[in-house]
């Protein structure tokens, strides 16, 4: 169900993001022309197909069980090479600043921006491997665009809190808020997904589907003709 689902995404993003965070610490910025650059893309690549592998293991018990058929190599191959993709795409932008801070509009909408293109990066990949379910695969990765989005926005906004907070510098009041956004960072793409999941849920499946006491599940199954 939809618990399900967004467990297996937040166990995913955390494993996947922890270990890509680890793998990049110390890396030095994507500057064009510097000495270490190619070295600083290939651990960002290396770290972001670790990110989107762990991701996309996350994924593929609960798809699996909501389309019936979905390839496991083909699924975390796609996964491994959008996250790599994003990543670098993202500690690149990173390193080519300065950007515009004059406003925190200004900030947001970078962060949304920016959340968009790397979830749509991933999510494009992603689709590749859904080509056997056009329905899902055309939204995918609008889906995980606007989930990536709000998630990183949730994330600037917890960023916010602490430093506009009542008690600021306050460890228990910090922990709690990068506690709440961060948990509603790694949700958002996860309840994006999933409805798309609803909308391309094979009839029978056993992704959303409720029995109720007249036998009929809800949400409604639409068969396809």
């Known amino acids: 169900g939809t618990l399900g689902w967004t467990g297996a995404m937040v166990v995913g993003e955390v494993i996947g993001l922890g270990v890509a965070t680890a793998l990049t610490v110390g890396v030095g910025p994507l500057t064009p022309g510097s000495s270490d650059a190619q070295v600083s893309v290939v651990l960002s690549a290396v770290a972001g197909a670790m990110a989107g592998t762990c991701i996309g293991a996350g994924q593929w018990p609960v798809l699996r069980r909501a389309f019936g058929e979905l390839d496991l190599g083909a699924w975390i191959l796609a996964s491994a090479l959008g996250g790599a993709i994003a990543w670098v795409l993202g500690t690149t932008a990173a390193a080519s600043g300065p950007y515009d801070v004059s406003s925190l509009w200004a900030v947001a909408f970078a962060v949304a921006l920016s959340g968009f293109v790397l979830g749509a990066s991933l999510g494009v990949l992603q689709a590749s491997a859904l080509s056997h379910r056009p329905d899902v695969a055309k939204r995918w990765p609008v889906a995980n665009g606007i ?79």
């Not at 602490?162 to 958002?188: D, E």
């Not at 056993?206 to 949400?219: E, I, L, Y």
């Open 147 to 225: 989930g990536w989005a709000l998630g990183l926005l949730f994330a600037y906004v917890g960023v916010l809190g602490t430093v506009f907070s009542p008690w600021p510098g306050s460890p228990p009041c910090t922990a709690l808020i990068m506690l709440i956004s961060g948990a509603a960072m790694l949700s958002a793409p996860a309840l994006t997904m999933g409805f798309v999941l609803r909308a391309g849920q094979d009839p029978g499946a056993r992704f959303w589907s409720k029995s109720r006491a007249d036998g009929a599940s809800w949400p409604p199954v639409h068969h396809r003709t």
